[in-house]
């Protein structure tokens, strides 16, 4: 079983819809980092979030850590084609020693 | 460059064969971490390192697979008699935890994507 869960798996969209991906946990992470991959290279990382109930923003895009440092999301306002990716969580426990990673959202925004 | 390079890019091998792939971490990082992915996956963790010890190794990694990072520098992860469902990408992410900060973050290199035939 995978310590975070990532939802949607997939999702289509026009350009200018608003989206929302969910990374969740039952475990209580130290940090959450959000990273954007295109097919054939490395993640980008773009965020960590450290504070439960922090919040985000990087230009279009909205980062929240929860309260309880269980889970996070993104939004995406007015999405565009160059978001189209996978986007991927992942968290470190209290150790710092691993990351986690949940399954990843595979994003489409169609012009 | 100051990013993680990682190499080959793309590496082709027939069934049986043994490959090494190499991953050049950001120079002052001192942990260095290898993944693999599958098509549409997250990264699934294999092994990593803080300077050259090998501290953590996935249950998941077989005997065929070893790494080693022998000056803290860089790393190579190497695959003994390749098998096809070995084919996968390869990725190399390395992180610097500075002493007050409360959390680490690690950076990844461009990958190296493995086909066994």
């Known amino acids: 079983t995978q310590l975070l869960e990532q939802s949607p798996q997939f999702l289509s969209i026009q350009e200018g819809e608003n989206l929302t991906v969910y990374c969740n946990s039952s475990s209580v992470f130290s940090s959450l980092q959000w990273y954007r991959q295109e097919p054939g290279e490395g993640p980008v990382l773009l965020v960590t979030?450290?504070?439960?109930?922090e919040v985000k923003k990087l230009k279009r895009l909205t980062f929240q850590f929860g309260d309880a440092r269980k889970d996070s999301s993104l939004h995406i306002t007015a999405a565009q084609p160059g978001d189209t990716g996978l986007y991927l969580c992942a968290g470190t426990l209290y150790n710092f020693n691993k990351f986690y990673f949940g399954s990843g959202t595979k994003l489409n925004v169609k012009p | 460059d100051t990013g993680v390079s990682q190499n080959p890019r793309h590496k082709i091998t027939k069934r049986g064969q043994n490959v090494t792939f190499r991953c050049d971490p950001i120079?002052?990082?001192?942990?260095l971490y290898w993944y693999r992915q599958t098509l549409g996956q997250g990264p699934e963790f294999l092994t990593y390192?803080?300077?050259?010890?090998?501290?953590?190794k996935s249950r998941l990694l077989s005997d065929r697979f070893s790494a080693e990072r022998p000056k803290g520098s860089f790393s190579t992860l190497e695959i003994q008699r390749t098998e096809q469902g070995d084919s996968a990408m390869y990725l190399c992410?390395?992180?610097?935890?500075?002493?007050?900060?409360?959390?680490?973050?690690?950076?990844f290199g461009p990958g190296t994507r493995l086909t066994v035939l």
């Open positions: 120079s002052e990082h001192n942990r």
């Open positions: 992410a390395s992180s610097m935890k500075p002493w007050l900060q409360t959390y680490n973050e690690q950076f």
């Open positions: 390192f803080q300077n050259e010890a090998q501290l953590e």
């Open positions: 979030v450290v504070t439960g109930g």
